[in-house]
C-alpha cells in the first residue's frame, strides 16, 4: 500500500542530546513537509522540500535541521538548539502543485526529559 | 491577524444534529482550501476540499466566500464518530511553493 512512514511513534530524549525523526514515503510525491503541533495550536512549518537535495526553512526552522538525499526519505534531526522539542512532529507529502492536498504520516511524539 | 482563524470550540450536539464550523483567512491571495480532520492523538486526513462553487460529500457540505475571505463547513445528522477536531486549510504561493497553512482546529463533541 502506498503511504507515509514516520518512526519512531514515541521518543523520549534527554536535554542537549540530538535526536532525529524518520519520515519515508512511496507515493511518489515531490513535496515533502514537516510540521510541529503543540496543545491548543495549529500545525507549524518547520522545513519543506520540493525536490530532492533542495529544501527551505518554514516558519520555525530554529533548531531543527533536514536533508533530502531521497525522494523517499526526509528525516528531520532535533538539536539541542531547540529550546522547546517536546511536541508531535508530522510529515506530510503531497504533489508538486497548486490546489494540490498533504498526505500525512502517523507523527512522532518527543518528550523531553 | 492570524492567517487562519476558526472557533476552538469544542461544540457539543446531540447525535442527529447540524452544526456549522466557520474559518476565515487572511491573505487574499489564498488558491485553495480544505477542511481535514484529527482524531485526538492522531495524524490529520483529508475531509474535503472546498471549491468556489460550494461543494457536498454526504452529511458534508463546503462553502467558500472568496470577498469576505470565509469558509464553512455544515454537518448534517451527526454521527458519535463525527466527533474529532476539525481543521480548516488554506494554502497559497510563497516563491514558487505552494505553502499550507493550518488553523487550530474546531473541536466536535457529539454525544448520544
Known amino acids: 500500500d502506498g503511504g507515509i512512514t514516520q518512526s519512531p511513534k514515541y521518543l523520549f530524549r534527554k536535554e542537549g542530546q540530538n535526536v532525529t525523526l524518520s519520515c519515508e514515503q512511496n507515493?511518489?510525491?515531490?513535496?515533502m513537509y514537516w510540521y510541529r503541533q503543540d496543545p491548543g495550536q495549529g500545525l507549524r512549518l518547520i522545513y519543506y522540500s520540493q525536490i530532492v537535495n533542495d529544501f527551505q526553512k518554514g516558519d520555525i526552522a530554529e533548531g531543527y535541521s533536514v536533508s533530502r538525499e531521497k525522494k523517499e526519505s526526509f528525516p528531520l534531526t532535533v538539536t539541542s538548539a531547540q529550546k522547546n522539542p517536546t511536541a508531535f512532529y508530522l510529515c506530510?507529502?503531497?504533489?508538486?502543485?497548486?490546489?494540490?492536498?498533504?498526505?500525512f504520516g502517523q507523527g512522532t511524539r518527543l518528550t523531553v526529559v | 491577524r492570524k492567517e487562519v482563524e476558526q472557533d476552538p470550540g469544542p461544540f457539543n450536539v446531540p447525535e442527529g444534529a447540524t452544526v456549522a464550523f466557520n474559518c476565515t483567512y487572511s491573505?487574499?491571495?489564498?488558491?485553495?482550501f480544505f477542511w481535514y480532520r484529527q482524531d485526538c492523538r492522531k495524524e490529520p486526513k483529508l475531509l474535503m476540499s472546498v471549491y468556489s462553487s460550494g461543494n457536498e460529500d454526504g452529511r458534508f457540505t463546503a462553502q467558500l466566500n472568496r470577498a469576505s475571505q470565509y469558509i464553512s463547513l455544515l454537518i448534517r445528522d451527526s454521527k458519535l464518530s463525527d466527533s474529532a477536531t476539525y481543521l480548516c486549510v488554506v494554502s497559497f504561493r510563497v516563491t514558487g511553493f505552494q505553502k499550507l497553512v493550518f488553523g487550530t482546529g474546531t473541536r466536535l463533541l457529539v454525544s448520544p
Open positions: 507515493l511518489n510525491h515531490d513535496a
Open positions: 506530510a507529502s503531497s504533489i508538486r502543485g497548486a490546489g494540490t492536498e498533504a498526505f
Open positions: 491573505n487574499s491571495a489564498s488558491q485553495s
